[in-house]
């Protein structure tokens, strides 16, 4: 490999924080710019486990593999494997850079080299301070430059994942009715055509007791999907010891059919997510999934202090519900701001709204996608963000 060669490629690096968010968005985003810009990805983690999960050829053990395109390195301290520069670096949701990169590009600086084009990829929000500080530069003390790269919905922002093929992928999965022969797939037993499934990856919160016996002594079957981890913490009055639970279990109360699910790679979740009537999901990287899935949704976003994060859920569905019937929009507003409150007997004639309203609330979701892409997706306005560098 020439020298030219070794320092074209991108670190993205990765500090997991809440098991499965942090790596999701930024394994996506590697595995996309690596497939359809053809770029030479290194994507450094510091907790392998946690990513097996979601990856679960990965050998947590292993300090250096590829898998489709993408060279994961172990980001342990100090760093076992050697940093060389290469034309970007970007440190995912302001994680803390290991002391030998910042030494490295430090040094290439006072040399007069050429150094990575370095960015700090935020979280997604969808307040409109973010317009305003997408792209903006920060002077390091060491003299070295750094952008503030910022995901949004709006065309002055850096955009959201999405891959090239994804929602025709998913319109062709859901057109051609697959979902009943992926339930199968899955060991999920007694689901008919017919049956409310929904799909359940969310924090702890009373407020899914409230749901689920509201479920349990309704007209409708309906069926849960929940994978092993914090989603089954709030479940524990209904079934148990949720500690002990075992994918393929189930457990069936009255109306309601209880699924535990194994986690699952990427491309198994959006297929779970495009075979539910209703999703629930949590962070940042499940979320924008169930907004590509085109089905109707909860977001339980993570709590912030002082509740922060309800202006964050605030202001991302002032533009999801911007062109809803104002009653429609005003159900499904407040059974999201309900959920994450931890409210209970405001949720049961808020839920029976919103799923009254499902067949309009689906026709929209449908239509948001091109939305909120505004022409182009993070990968290709990251791409271009580099080339003008």
Known sequence: ?????????????????????????????????????????????????????????????????????????????????????????????????????????????????????????????????????????????????????????THKTGGLICEADLLT??????????????????GLKGINTDDTVISLFSYETPSLETLCQLWRTGEQKVHLLVPVGRSLNSLKTLIGDTAACQPGQQFTLDKLTVHILPMTDQQGYDRLLWSCDFNIVRGEDSFL?????????????????????????????ALYCHNLAPEIAKAWKMLNLGFNQGAQEELVPLWQHVTNAHPVLTQHAQNWPSDALNDADLATRLVQFVKNS
């Open 169 to 186: 992928k998913r319109e062709h999965w859901q057109t051609t009715n697959q979902r009943l022969d992926y339930f199968n797939q899955l």
């Open 289 to 317: 999934r169930a907004q590509w899935a085109a089905r109707p949704f909860i977001w339980h976003i993570y709590p912030q202090e002082e509740d922060y994060h309800l202006i964050k859920l605030e202001a991302f569905m």
């Open 1 to 153: 490999m020439s020298n030219q060669d070794h320092h074209s490629h991108w670190d993205i690096f990765c500090a997991v924080v809440d098991n499965y968010g942090d790596i999701g968005v930024t394994w996506r985003l590697a595995k996309q710019l690596a497939k359809e810009y053809g770029l030479e990805i290194h994507l450094w983690v510091d907790d392998l486990a946690s990513f097996a999960h979601i990856l679960p050829k990965l050998d947590p053990n292993c300090p250096s593999q590829s898998f489709e395109g993408v060279c994961i390195k172990h980001w342990d301290e100090p760093l076992s494997l050697a940093y060389v520069p290469g034309k970007v670096l970007i440190e995912a949701f302001a994680c803390e850079l290991p002391a030998e990169v910042i030494n490295s590009i430090t040094a290439l600086h006072q040399g007069g080299g050429k150094v990575p084009v370095w960015l700090n990829l935020e979280y997604l929000s969808a307040e409109d301070w973010v317009e305003g500080c997408h792209g903006l530069p920060s002077l390091q003390r060491s003299g070295l430059k750094k952008h503030f790269y910022f995901p949004g919905f």
